[in-house]
C-alpha cells in the first residue's frame, strides 16, 4: 500500500478550534512557504468560520486572503471547508449565491472544495458539487460522522456511494467532534474503500484523546489521506499534530516521509503566532476532555457553553443543560451536531431548561421540525412537530429547502450598486452572506483590530416569554444566533463547530 500522506490544517481548523480563527493573513505567509515544500497532499486554507473572522474582526477581504496564499504556497492543493446551501453561513442560500460564491472562489485559486451538510442531506449538496465539478476543481464530498440510533455504520457507507454518483472526485468522513473510535474508523474505512472507488480522508478532531488513534487504525485500514495540524494550533479540539502522527506511525510501512528540520521551523512560527493570540486561546481547549464521550456534546461547544450559561445567570444549571443537549437532538431527528446545528441544538436546550421542555421553540428549531434546513436523519418527535405547527402555523416541507428560495445574486448586485459598492461576484457574494461588514471593509469602516473581543450574549432571556416570527438567523450578524423574544432581541454568541 503506498504511504498515507498529510493535509495540513494549522491555516483553518487549527486555529478555528483553538484560537477562535483569530490568525490574520500577515501571521500565516511567513509559514505559506514553508508549508508548501513539505509534501502535504493539502493545505486547508479557507472556508468555514475564517471568512466570517475575516470580515467581522480582522478588517480584511477574504478573497485577497485567498489569493495571498496561493501565491506563497503555490505548489500545494488548498482546501477549503463549504457548508452546502449555506456556503459559509448558517443559514440557506438560493442556488445562484451558491454557484457564484463556488466560482469566485474558484477564480481567486481555491482547489480542492470540502463539501459538507449538517443534516447529510444530499440536496445540500449537489449544487455546490456540480459546480465545482464544471469549475474544473476537486469537489472533496464529506461525511458528517455521528453516533445515534439511526446511523449504523452502513448510513454513511451508502452515502459515500452516493456522493460518488454525485460527481464528487474523493471522499472525506468528517468527524467534526472526535468521537470516533478506532475501531469504527477502521470498519468504517475498509467498508468505504470496499464500496466507493474514490480517495478517502479522514478528518477528525482530537478533543477527547481519540484523534491519533483513529487515525491510525484508518490508514492500517487503507485510507488515502488523514488532516494534521501544527502544534500548538494542534491537538485539543484541534487536529493532532504532525510531529505526534509521524511519532506514532514510526515504523509503520504506510509511514510518509516529511522533513523533521522544517516541522521545528514550523512549530517555532506558530508557536511565536499563538502567543500573540494568547486572549483568545483558552486552556479548556487545550487539554483532553472526555465529556464529549459521556454527554456526545462537542468539547468546544461546552467550553462555549460555561460562559453562556454564565452570562444567562443559569451557572447553576449546566450539568440539566447538557443532559438536556441529547434529548433535543433526539427530538429533532438525531441531527449530526455541527455548524449550524450544534448552535441550534444547544439554544434549544437552554431553553428547554430555562422555560420548561418545549414551551418554547426557537425559530431555527422549528425550521428544522418543519423540514427547512432538509431531511432529518431519524423521525421528528410528533409531540414536538405539534407544538411547533401550533405555534409557527406554518406546515412542513418535504421539497429540497433551496427549491423553496428565488434566486437572490442580481438582487444583491443591486443593493451593492445602491450604496455604491463594487458590483464584480467576489463582493455580491461576499455581501449576500454579510451585508454590514463588507459595506463596512469597503468603505474603510472595518471592524476591528485584529485584538477585537467578541460581542457576547446581549442580555438575559426574560422569564415570560413567546416566540415571535423572527429570522432564525439575522445574515448581518452571522457568528451570533438572533433570539426575537417578545419582541426583544436577544444575540447569542455562537462559536463555529466544523
Ligand atoms: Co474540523
Known amino acids: 500500500m503506498l504511504p498515507v500522506t498529510f493535509n ?8 478555528q478550534a483553538l484560537a477562535a480563527t483569530r490568525m490574520n493573513t500577515a501571521q500565516m505567509l511567513p509559514a505559506a512557504p514553508i508549508l508548501d515544500e513539505m509534501g502535504f ?3 486547508e486554507t479557507w472556508g468555514g468560520a475564517t471568512i466570517d473572522s ?13 489569493r495571498a496564499l496561493k501565491q506563497a504556497a503555490p505548489r500545494t492543493p488548498q482546501i477549503m471547508l463549504l457548508r452546502g446551501q449555506n456556503i459559509v453561513q448558517y443559514t440557506s442560500f438560493p442556488d445562484d449565491v451558491v454557484a457564484a460564491f463556488v466560482r469566485a472562489s474558484a477564480a481567486a485559486g481555491q482547489d480542492v472544495f470540502r463539501i459538507f451538510d449538517a443534516l447529510n442531506d444530499p440536496r445540500n449538496l449537489v449544487t455546490a458539487i456540480k459546480t465545482v465539478v464544471a469549475c474544473g476543481k476537486h469537489a472533496r464530498g464529506e461525511i458528517c460522522y455521528t453516533i445515534s440510533p439511526v446511523h449504523p455504520i452502513g448510513t454513511f457507507v451508502e452515502m459515500g456511494v452516493e456522493l460518488e454518483t454525485m460527481g464528487c472526485h474523493s471522499i472525506g468522513i468528517k468527524d467534526m467532534s472526535g468521537i470516533i473510535a478506532p475501531r469504527v474508523a477502521f470498519e468504517l474505512v475498509k467498508e468505504l474503500k470496499r464500496r466507493v472507488g474514490l480517495p478517502l480522508t479522514l ?7 481519540l484523534g491519533a488513534a483513529a487515525y491510525l487504525a484508518a490508514i492500517d485500514a487503507g485510507v488515502d489521506a488523514v488532516e494534521t495540524s501544527i502544534a500548538p494550533f494542534a491537538n485539543g479540539t484541534a487536529q493532532p499534530d504532525t510531529v505526534r502522527m509521524l511519532a506514532l506511525l514510526a515504523g509503520h510501512p504506510r509511514c510518509p516521509h516529511l522533513d523533521r528540520a522544517k516541522l521545528q521551523e514550523l512549530r517555532v512560527h506558530f508557536e511565536e503566532v499563538y502567543r500573540q493570540l494568547g486572549k483568545f486561546t483558552n486552556p479548556a481547549n487545550e487539554r483532553v476532555d472526555t465529556d464529549i464521550l459521556v454527554f456526545q456534546v462537542p468539547g468546544g461547544m461546552l467550553s462555549h457553553f460555561r460562559n453562556q450559561l454564565a452570562e444567562q445567570g443559569m451557572a447553576d444549571r449546566f450539568d440539566e443543560v447538557v443532559r438536556e443537549i441529547p434529548v433535543v437532538r433526539e427530538a429533532l431527528g438525531w441531527i449530526p451536531l455541527v455548524t449550524p446545528t450544534s448552535q441550534i441544538v444547544g439554544t434549544q436546550a437552554m431553553m428547554n431548561v430555562k422555560f420548561g421542555r418545549w414551551k418554547m421553540i426557537c ?3 422549528q425550521d428544522i421540525a418543519l423540514g427547512k434546513y432538509g431531511k432529518v436523519p431519524g423521525p421528528i418527535n410528533p409531540q414536538v412537530l405539534a407544538q411547533v405547527a401550533r405555534q409557527s402555523g406554518r ?13 437572490g ?13 463594487p458590483t464584480d461576484d467576489e463582493t455580491v457574494v461576499l455581501f449576500a452572506m454579510f451585508p454590514q461588514q463588507v459595506e463596512a471593509l469597503i468603505m474603510g469602516r472595518g471592524a476591528a483590530t485584529p485584538a477585537r473581543t467578541p460581542a457576547r450574549t446581549a442580555a438575559p432571556v426574560p422569564a415570560a416569554v413567546v416566540a415571535r416570527a423572527a429570522p432564525p438567523v439575522d445574515p448581518g450578524q452571522a457568528g451570533n444566533m438572533v433570539l426575537n423574544i417578545n419582541g426583544t432581541r436577544h444575540e447569542i454568541m455562537v462559536e463555529s463547530l466544523d
Open 8 to 15: 495540513n490544517t494549522v491555516l483553518r481548523d487549527g486555529h
Open 41 to 43: 497532499s493539502g493545505l
Open 54 to 66: 475575516c470580515l467581522r474582526f480582522l478588517n480584511e477581504n477574504p478573497f485577497d486572503r485567498l
Open 203 to 209: 478528518h477528525t478532531h482530537d478533543t477527547a484523546g
Open 363 to 365: 425559530p431555527s428549531a
Open 395 to 407: 406546515q412542513v416541507v418535504t421539497q429540497r429547502p433551496a427549491d423553496l428560495l428565488a434566486p
Open 409 to 421: 445574486l442580481e438582487g444583491h448586485r443591486k443593493q451593492c450598486a445602491d450604496k455604491g459598492l
